[in-house]
Nanobody
């Protein structure tokens, strides 16, 4: 059974860089036909797809966040990561990692709250 777990700071200052990691267990991030994604949900708002990385290491980003976002992976740790910079208060949200299969997000991490505050 595949499980995903987010890790990273819960508090970030404005203008800093957010670095989040998603550790995958029970399956490999290089398995064909899966993609690994970051999604966020600001307080009181809907889900927003940030971007993802596929089994070959190809990345895709939400155009509205692309200039501030970088997604990468470490296959030796079976982990993928998100960097978002510079952070602003509008980036306060619960951040999720999730697996995509057949066009749907079928396995999610529990989410981690990131607050941007001086």
């Amino acid at each position: 059974q595949v499980q995903l777990q987010e890790s990273g700071p819960g508090l970030v200052k404005p203008s800093q860089t957010l670095s989040l990691f998603c550790t995958v267990s029970g399956g490999s991030i290089t398995t064909a036909d899966y993609a690994w994604n970051w999604i966020r949900q600001p307080p009181g708002k809907g889900l927003e797809w940030i971007g993802g990385i596929d089994d070959n290491g190809n990345t895709g980003y939400n155009p509205s966040l692309k200039s501030r976002t970088s997604i990468s992976r470490d296959t030796t740790r079976n982990q993928f990561s998100l960097q978002l910079t510079p952070m602003t208060s509008a980036d306060t949200a619960v951040y999720y990692c999730a697996r995509a299969s057949g066009g749907s997000l079928d396995v999610w991490g529990q989410g981690t709250l990131v607050t941007v505050s001086p």
